[in-house]
Antibody, heavy 121, light 107 residues
Framework: QLQLQESGPGLVKPSETLSLTCTVS??????????WGWIRQPPGKGLEWIGS???????NYNPSLKRRVTISVDTSKNQFSLNLRSVTAADTAVYYC?????????????WGQGTLVTVSS | SYELTQSLSVSVALGQTARITCGGN??????VHWYQQRPGQAPVLVIH???NRPSGIPERFSGSNSGNTATLTISRAQAGDEADYYC??????????FGGGTKLTVL
């Protein structure tokens, strides 16, 4: 059973870059059965997929966020990371990392506990 | 871009059957997945590929998908089933898409 844990600052200033890391503590990030994804949830709202990465570095992003997002992977540390540039208050959300099963279909079978990131000066 | 439509809320009496729907254009041709999110917790996968339950998910949870509607059915509803439920698909134009979520209340 995979285990994932998000880490990073809980407060980011407007116009700056939000940076989070997800550590896969049980299981290998180099698995061919998975992408590794970021999903966010603004307070009181629904889930929004941000993007995903394969261990090789191949990425896929939500078109609405694509111009501001970069997701990267470090297989030596079993980690993947999210950078979201030029943030505003609208980017305030709980950010989840998750394993994205890609065999036969694409769904998120294991999730981190989530981390709240607030954008405020 | 592909869109999924869910009712904002569904209510069910304790012990009865709840049905939560997810609408989308020809959604029956796609794999639909369902997540349960209790307050303050991360989402949990309860159904994948329309009808499949991950290990540890009670048999009371089932899914179906046909035409323009996918349905999550919760039989013998319990107080612990109160949560938000989200459907999700993968679409070639939008990649990962989530529905807006349905709040299930058990009366």
């Amino acid at each position: 059973q995979l285990q994932l844990q998000e880490s990073g600052p809980g407060l980011v200033k407007p116009s700056e870059t939000l940076s989070l890391t997800c550590t896969v503590s049980v299981g290998s990030i180099s698995s061919t059965n998975y992408n590794w994804g970021w999903i966010r949830q603004p307070p009181g709202k629904g889930l929004e997929w941000i993007g995903s990465i394969y261990y090789s570095g191949s990425t896929n992003y939500n078109p609405s966020l694509k111009r501001r997002v970069t997701i990267s992977v470090d297989t030596s540390k079993n980690q993947f990371s999210l950078n979201l540039r030029s943030v505003t208050a609208a980017d305030t959300a709980v950010y989840y990392c998750a394993s994205e099963a890609i065999v036969a279909a694409t769904f998120f079978d294991y999730w981190g506990q989530g981390t709240l990131v607030t954008v405020s000066s | 871009s592909y869109e999924l439509t869910q009712s904002l809320s569904v209510s069910v009496a304790l012990g009865q059957t709840a049905r939560i729907t997810c609408g989308g254009n020809n959604i029956g041709s796609k794999n639909v997945h369902w997540y349960q999110q209790r307050p303050g917790q991360a989402p949990v996968l309860v159904i994948h590929r329309d009808t499949n339950r991950p290990s540890g998910i009670p048999e009371r949870f089932s899914g179906s998908n046909s035409g323009n509607t996918a349905t999550l059915t919760i039989s013998r509803a319990q107080a612990g089933d109160e949560a938000d439920y989200y459907c999700q698909v993968w679409d070639s134009s939008s990649a990962v898409v989530f529905g807006g979520g349905t709040k299930l209340t058990v009366l």
